[in-house]
T-cell receptor, first 113, second 113 residues
Framework: DVKVTQSSRYLVKRTGEKVFLECVQD?????MFWYRQDPGLGLRLIYF???????EKGDIPEGYSVSREKKERFSLILESASTNQTSMYLC????????????FGSGTRLTVV | DQQVKQNSPSLSVQEGRISILNCDYT??????FLWYKKYPAEGPTFLIS?????DKNEDGRFTVFLNKSAKHLSLHIVPSQPGDSAVYFC????????????FGQGTELSVKP
């Protein structure tokens, strides 16, 4: 069964901490995405990547960065966590332009205190 | 600017009746539309999609209708079942956006026995 695995289900971090959210897929997908889900705002795209070492800004990249050193791994980095980054973070992957081929991870619920 | 809008945050339906979830979009370049379903503590999963060259697509109890002139699509679930209770996200993509999906805010469907 194909999988997108997010390393943590729940995280609590302090304001100002550097936070790493890890995502690994085992489907050899080219594309990987980071979304955040907030009530009333739906899923908003933070960053995405079409290939190793490539990254593109999504709709809300401020305060975030990403790293993709290997095809299967896409990391989201909060350089200095703030309380407004408390959210559910969802990683997804897809192959090429396979629009219905998005596979999501189970999400990481991040709380910044 | 919300390019994909789901104006109803919640919907409650009786088991066995029809559920109709609505979605509006503003970008006329969108040519592919999808619905995703999300249970609590899980990532969204693909439900059904439709290309802009069609106005209807059916899969079992689920039917998606597309009205391009009105920039509106809807998801019909007939008959509704308690297991359909979840958050439903509408998503859209444009061919020239390389597989990047834009999601709506989501509608939480509750199907009561």
């Amino acid at each position: 069964d194909v999988k997108v695995t997010q390393s943590s289900r729940y995280l609590v971090k302090r304001t100002g901490e550097k936070v790493f959210l890890e995502c690994v897929q085992d489907m050899d997908h080219e594309n990987m995405f980071w979304y955040r889900q907030d009530p009333g705002l739906g899923l908003r795209l933070i960053y995405f990547s079409y290939d190793v070492k490539m990254k593109e800004k999504g709709d809300i990249p401020e305060g975030y960065s990403v790293s993709r050193e290997k095809k299967e791994r896409f990391s989201l980095i909060l350089e200095s966590a703030s309380t407004n980054q408390t959210s559910m973070y969802l990683c997804a992957s897809s192959k090429g332009t396979d629009f219905y081929g998005y596979t999501f991870g189970s999400g990481t619920r991040l709380t910044v205190v | 600017d919300q390019q994909v809008k789901q104006n109803s945050p919640s919907l409650s339906v009786q088991e066995g009746r029809i559920s109709i979830l609505n979605c509006d979009y503003t970008n006329s370049m969108f040519d592919y539309f999808l619905w995703y379903k999300k249970y609590p503590a899980e990532g969204p999963t693909f439900l059904i999609s439709i290309s802009s060259i069609k106005d209807k697509n059916e899969d079992g109890r689920f039917t998606v209708f597309l009205n391009k002139s009105a920039k509106h699509l809807s998801l019909h679930i007939v008959p509704s079942q308690p297991g359909d209770s979840a958050v439903y996200f509408c998503a859209a993509s444009a061919y020239n956006q390389g597989g990047k999906l834009i999601f709506g805010q989501g509608t939480e469907l509750s199907v009561k026995p």
